[in-house]
């Protein structure tokens, strides 16, 4: 994959700015849910909850399996995996100015 911001990489920038859909994604990475559990945790209404679970499951973040009446769903790594490469070629930006605050620090000590 070339690591430019195009259609795909946008589109998951997008999906992942709202802050509703970043915390149903933390509460899939600890444990699969059902949309019931998400809406009792998230404290959103379940068409809320079923709205942001779609745009996920759009944008391949998450994946759905039926279980008995339930919907379950479930955190799919790779997207994030293709964000982390891309983040990678900026990470020299902030690591330098890390590395410089713990010298500023360790000097005022």
């Known amino acids: 994959m070339n690591y430019t911001a ?3 990489t946008k589109s998951i920038f997008e999906v992942l700015a709202e802050p509703h859909r970043r ?7 600890i444990c699969d849910r059902s949309v019931g559990e998400l809406v ?3 404290q959103l209404s379940q068409p809320g909850v079923s709205k942001h679970l ?3 499951r759009e944008a391949g973040l998450v994946a759905v399996r039926s279980v008995a009446q339930k919907s379950i ?3 799919r790594p790779e997207p ?10 900026y990470r020299h930006f902030w690591s330098g100015k890390l590395d410089d605050l713990e010298a ?6």
Not at 80 to 89: A, G
């Open 23 to 29: 915390t149903i994604l933390d509460l899939l990475r």
């Open 73 to 75: 769903y479930s955190l």
């Open 54 to 56: 779609r745009v996920l």
């Open 80 to 89: 994030l995996q293709e964000i982390d490469k891309w983040l990678e070629l």
């Open 40 to 42: 009792d945790i998230c």
């Open 6 to 8: 195009d259609d795909d």
């Open 104 to 109: 500023l620090l360790d000097r005022e000590e």
